[in-house]
T-cell receptor, first 114, second 110 residues
Framework: DTEVTQTPKHLVMGMTNKKSLKCEQH?????MYWYKQKAKKPPELMFV???????INESVPSRFSPECPNSSLLNLHLHALQPEDSALYLC?????????????FGAGTRLSVL | DAKTTQPNSMESNEEEPVHLPCNHS???????IHWYRQLPSQGPEYVIH???SNVNNRMASLAIAEDRKSSTLILHRATLRDAAVYYC???????????FGAGTILRVKS
């Protein structure tokens, strides 16, 4: 099973709402990632968790708050988002953080901020 | 992160081979060359990766130039399901980032 599951598939939220995106994998992977992808653009890395610790934050605004409760789960908490944050949010995982390891991606959560 | 350059788009006929080029003239000796593709409405999918030698797997082949400044992803028989954006990415040996470039949009005609 090489599946990364993201929920929900679609989310619409207002600028004052708080919501969370969820990502789950059961491959025993110890590195997990959040990416943001705007329409017709490549994915951009947001956060990397390695062995359940945040190892990279690509200068992401604090209205995005990641959390890794255990090695299988990755959350992205959203608060006070702006319309320009509307995008496809992708989660990925890999066996470990080094270059040889393949990243497996979920299908993403399509977020619309009104 | 070292940069890659790919053509914006390419077109292929179904059941013919496709050669997708990638230039990476600033590659360092320990950078791995990864290829991912993204089908419409899906997350990116791993295709293949290599360091110095040519690589084959069930999806594709990767041909790496001797000086490692360029590489080519080869799809041996393109199908309509291969229509996607193909990303050539350099990864540092101990780096845990995938830095995506603009990629190549591959269109496959029946």
């Amino acid at each position: 099973d090489t599946e990364v599951t993201q929920t929900p598939k679609h989310l619409v939220m207002g600028m004052t709402n708080k919501k969370s995106l969820k990502c789950e994998q059961h491959m025993g992977h110890r590195a997990m990632y959040w990416y943001k992808q705007k329409a017709k653009k490549p994915p951009e890395l947001m956060f990397v968790y390695s062995y359940e610790k945040l190892s990279i934050n690509e200068s992401v605004p604090s209205r995005f708050s990641p959390e890794c409760p255990n090695s299988s789960l990755l959350n992205l908490h959203l608060h006070a988002l702006q319309p320009e944050d509307s995008a496809l949010y992708l989660c990925a995982s890999s066996q470990g953080p080094i270059a040889k390891n393949i990243q497996y991606f979920g299908a993403g959560t399509r977020l619309s901020v009104l | 992160d070292a940069k890659t350059t790919q053509p914006n788009s390419m077109e292929s006929n179904e059941e013919e081979p496709v050669h997708l080029p990638c230039n990476h003239s600033t590659i360092s000796g320990t950078d791995y060359i990864h290829w991912y593709r993204q089908l419409p409405s899906q997350g990116p999918e791993y295709v293949i990766h290599g360091l110095t030698s040519n690589v084959n797997n069930r999806m594709a082949s990767l041909a790496i130039a001797e000086d490692r400044k360029s590489s080519t992803l080869i799809l041996h028989r393109a199908t309509l399901r291969d229509a996607a954006v193909y990303y050539c990415i350099l990864r540092e040996q101990y780096g845990n980032k995938l830095v995506f470039g603009a990629g190549t949009i591959l269109r496959v005609k029946s």
